[in-house]
């Protein structure tokens, strides 16, 4: 590689699951952590759920002398829970806090209070500029009905935007973190096939790990396997991914995972498995010119194109669905609101009885219209904040649906000008479940 002498970078990734005071055994888990870093002394560390900021000070104590460089991304109530550690110096950070992240009246899942985001740190590796990104996306809690599908996607497609309009200048481009989403998953495809970061897993030579690189395995003392039916083994919703540039490729030689049970240990680092990528850096190849090259070169950006026209509505689809949702939960909650305020209204007419009456004596128990009171202003406070935030919810669902209408413009556009696309296109029917003029352009 020109002008350069790094040709290798070790990057790992952990769900620390690190809630102090309800996960288990939280102290003793960060401390063999933090020996396995120190040992193993990777280039580059990413961390998800480190939601105490004592938790990672003592880390970054700990990992002085093998990661001299840290960053720490605060956010939300608890914080985001992402933090970094590097050989290299970190040149400039910066945080994106996504827009929607689940309800704050949900507080047995807590995703709200979290404040989740993508944090993104900028490192000079030799001669080269690395983005490096980590994040963590909200959590499935129920695949059959996942209420929280149109956030994710929303969340999926705010990263794909970070990345792509912060990663002009990189020669090296790597995102690490819990994305909370199977391989296959829209809001995985999305990211991929958007921004074009390659999954490790996918292009690694070598691998060693758990089976099909699941990174939540059933066979963890901490993870319940009620939560991973109907995968009875476990799933892979922990991901690292790597983009190179026009003069730097990048290739993932020997993926690992770690494997539930940790030597001379009664318990694992985390629910999550941990992920090592050995990555090798060359310099970029130049593309075949030939004639035949190039039409290859055309049908596939051409493939490319209309495989992200159907992601793009089927995310669209689905944010639409989100809209919906948003719509009816803020209109029961005017409801409410207003029932809620005629009943104070009814109230205050039975109180004025005794006064219109000349002085009659009140038939009703002074208690009763006390308690009555403190239930009207309960339910209009509840049903007013409610209001409020579904009202948020709703313009951040049109904000992002709003711009996957002008990105999907754009992507038929550019589609129309692959000639050798269009019979592939015109003979493409609209997916199952979806209306028959989604591809065609809106005004």
């Not at 669905?321 to 609101?337: D, L």
Request: glycine residues 8%.
């Amino acid at each position: 590689m020109a002008n350069t002498d790094l040709v290798s970078l070790r990057v790992f990734s952990l769900n620390c699951w690190g809630i102090r005071y309800l996960s288990k055994h939280c102290p003793q888990r960060y401390a063999m952590i933090g020996e396995m870093l120190c040992k193993e002394e990777h280039d580059i560390v990413l961390l998800q759920e480190v939601w105490s900021e004592k938790d990672y000070l003592n880390l970054k104590k700990k990992l002085a002398c093998s990661h001299p460089h840290s960053h720490y991304f605060k956010s939300g109530v608890i914080g985001s829970g992402l933090a970094m550690f590097s050989k290299h110096r970190i040149q400039d950070t910066f945080l994106f806090r996504y827009s929607l992240n689940g309800y704050p009246y949900m507080a047995h899942h807590g995703d709200w209070f979290g404040g989740k985001a993508v944090g993104m740190a900028i490192l000079n590796l030799g001669s080269l500029t690395a983005h490096v990104y980590v994040t963590h996306l909200h959590a499935e809690y129920c695949r059959e009905k996942d209420s929280y599908l149109p956030h994710r996607v929303v969340q999926a497609w705010e990263l794909q935007q970070f990345i792509r309009h912060t990663s002009a200048g990189a020669d090296v481009i790597i995102l690490g973190g819990d994305l909370n989403m199977h391989p296959q998953d829209l809001g995985n495809r999305l990211l991929r096939t958007y921004t074009g970061l390659r999954d490790c897993y996918l292009e690694t030579a070598k691998f060693d790990g758990c089976e099909d690189g699941i990174t939540l395995i059933a066979d963890n003392p901490f993870t319940s396997k009620k939560e991973l039916v109907p995968f009875d083994k476990g799933i892979r919703i922990d991901y690292i991914l790597i983009k190179g540039s026009s003069k730097t490729s990048i290739h993932c030689d020997v993926m690992r995972t770690t494997k539930g049970s940790v030597a001379d240990s009664p318990f694992p680092y985390s629910d999550h498995e941990a992920l090592t990528a050995e990555l090798r850096l060359g310099s970029h190849v130049t593309a075949d010119t030939a004639d035949d090259g190039q039409a290859k070169n055309k049908d596939s950006a051409a493939g490319k194109l209309a495989e992200l026209v159907d992601i793009v509505t089927e995310a669209r689809t689905e944010v639409k669905v989100g809209i919906h949702c948003a719509e009816r939960m803020r209109y029961t909650s005017a409801r409410t609101g207003v029932m809620g305020l005629a009943l104070l209204f009814l109230e205050l007419a039975i109180a004025a009885v005794p006064w219109l009456a000349l002085g009659a004596e009140q038939p009703f128990p002074r208690t009763s219209f006390y308690l009555l009171a403190a239930l009207c202003f309960a339910i209009l406070l509840t049903t007013f904040l409610l209001y409020v935030f579904y009202t948020m919810e709703l313009k951040s669902l049109q904000g992002a649906e709003d711009q996957m209408r002008l990105a999907l413009g754009s992507l038929q556009e550019k589609l129309r000008g692959f000639p050798v696309a269009q019979p592939h296109s015109a003979l493409r029917g609209p997916p199952e479940g979806r209306e028959p003029g989604a591809f065609a352009p809106e005004e």
